[in-house]
């Protein structure tokens, strides 16, 4: 794979590019068992480097054939930052979904924003999610939206890996970053790398594990090179495995046995110890690198496939509402990847493409077919899905059948943001939902010419069902148009796309306030 992507990067050979697109198409049909899958999302502090993290990774596993940078000289950008705003100011606004494959196992990736403001794409990405990857930068560590990004992730029960970032960057301390994971997040966390230098003198990593260091060779790191360890580090990283075991003894009962009869577990038994503790959310494995000098990628997606669950590991439940009544129990949905049990999904992100609506939804159980007929449950309304895609970023790849365990996309379905689809007409059936935080701002939004009315109403009108965190409502007293956003980035970068994607400038101000007057003494 590795010796076409190369080829790919030749320039005037678009031949190999194509081939290099196909072969991963052509891996990732075919109905793979769970094991082979993994659902993870990308989430941290802002500019901490997921989006470039997500880069490496899809070039890597084969799914680009060239790699660019989120704010890059030549004018391209990510992949994953797929519209014309994020690539100009060099943030992530909407998550995006993609899919690759890494040792003939289908990742389904989301990249999620980093600021507060968009923290609903947070919310309803790790709902879908079985585990995910929480980027810390090696300067800054533990910051505000890590707190943040780490509750909603105990909010749904999303078991996690760490990955320490920019570790070439000056002031980089990944030590620092770990004991705050410990006193901050209260993390029983602990390094499975430890770095080869540091910021200017950073050449590679040590695997505490398997006890190897691994460096990257290549223009872009794509040769590993696995040897001994440098003589110097020896003693550190020895110590830095007597401490990652007793971090797992304390987490798993299994090891903890081990570790009490003074026996020293392989590498095989330490693996599984970490993979029953992450799993149990008891452990958190910290692995190091660089994404933009291209180094620790690799084992870091090695990782994921050895300690993150695949579907059928994760317990998902469904809601069976009792009629009118109040009560609601909860039945476990079956991850089985055939169409023995009715199909159960959930449509968690709405987006308007250039096709009508596309609604992101994760199968829970069972199979849907292009051309089957769904309800919604929360409607009862029956729908025909005519055309079932996969996404990655803003492309598309038409697919006949998706099953349990899948992230797919459908197109022109009337819906909102967190409404559960059946294939059988019992309209009982309720996913738990997508928790929506309240909004913290409000300013007061009209467009700059009266003409534009029409267009106006119609991008609010699809932004308040897209996003359920940006609210509007018309103030009688005042006769004004106020919307509610979680900050000011939020309301501001609606107000540019509304220009952009509706042609109509808005102005944007304080709202009005009226003002009332009462008698406050009887007149003589």
């Not at 190897?212 to 872009?220: M, Q, V």
């Not at 849907?368 to 007929?373: A, G």
Request: net charge neutral; glycine share 8%; charged share 25%.
């Amino acid at each position: 794979m590795l010796s076409v992507l190369r080829a790919g990067l030749a320039p005037g050979r678009p031949r190999h590019i194509q081939l290099l697109l196909t072969s991963c198409r052509r891996c990732s049909s075919g109905v793979l068992p769970n094991e082979r899958i993994r659902n993870i999302g990308i989430s941290a502090h802002i500019d901490s480097g997921k989006t470039t993290l997500t880069e490496r990774i899809l070039f890597y596993t084969g799914r680009i054939a060239q790699m660019h940078e989120v704010k890059g000289k030549d004018g391209v950008g990510a992949v994953m930052d797929s519209m014309e705003l994020e690539r100009q100011r060099g943030i992530t606004i909407q998550s995006a979904a993609t899919y690759t494959m890494w040792k003939d196992t289908n990742i389904n990736i989301i990249d999620t924003p980093g600021h507060v403001d968009f923290t609903i794409e947070v919310e309803r990405s790790l709902r879908v999610l079985d585990g995910a990857i929480l980027v810390l930068c090696a300067v800054g560590g533990v910051q505000c939206q890590t707190i943040t990004v780490n509750r909603q992730m105990k909010r749904y029960n999303v078991p996690f890996l760490t990955f320490i970032n920019k570790l070439d960057r000056m002031g980089s301390n990944p030590a620092r970053a770990v004991q705050q994971l410990r006193s901050k997040l209260n993390h029983n966390a602990a390094f499975v790398q430890i770095p080869i230098g540091l910021e200017g003198n950073f050449k590679g990593i040590i695997d505490l594990i398997e006890e190897k260091a691994i460096y990257f060779d290549g223009a872009l790191g794509q040769t590993l090179r696995f040897e001994e360890i440098p003589a110097e580090l020896r003693a550190e990283a020895a110590e830095r495995r007597r401490e990652l075991i007793e971090c797992v003894a304390n987490a798993d009962e299994l090891l903890g046995e081990l570790f009490l009869e003074e026996k020293i577990p392989t590498a095989a038994q330490l693996k599984l110890a970490i993979r029953r503790a992450t799993l149990q959310k008891s452990f958190t494995p910290v692995l190091v690198g660089s994404a933009l000098k291209n180094k620790g990628v690799q084992p870091l997606l090695d990782a994921v496939l050895e300690y993150l669950p695949n579907p059928s590991e994760v317990e998902n439940y469904a809601l069976l509402n009792q009629g009118d009544s109040q009560d609601q129990t909860k039945f476990l949905l079956n991850s089985a990847r055939d169409d023995s049990q009715p199909f159960i999904g959930l449509a968690f992100k709405l987006e308007a493409g250039r096709f009508g609506q596309l609604t992101y939804v994760r199968v829970y159980q069972g199979m849907l077919r292009k051309s089957d007929y769904i309800y919604n449950t929360r409607t009862g309304k029956k729908v025909r899905v005519q055309r079932l895609v996969r996404m990655h970023s803003d492309t598309m790849e038409d697919v006949n059948e998706v099953y349990a365990g899948d992230i797919c996309a459908l197109f022109g379905i009337d819906c909102a943001s967190g409404d559960t689809f059946t294939d059988k007409t019992s309209t009982a059936i309720s996913m738990e939902s997508i928790h929506v935080p309240d909004p913290v701002i409000s300013v007061a939004m009209k467009p700059s010419n009266k003409n534009d009315l029409d267009k106006f109403s119609k991008g609010l009108g699809r932004f308040t069902r897209e996003d359920p965190t940006f609210r509007v409502h018309f103030d009688e007293e005042s006769k004004e148009t106020i919307v509610s956003g979680m900050g000011e980035l939020h309301l501001e970068i609606y107000a540019q796309r509304m220009e952009r994607e509706y042609g109509c400038p808005c102005t944007m101000g304080k709202p009005k306030v009226a003002f009332r007057e009462n008698i406050s003494a009887p007149v003589p």
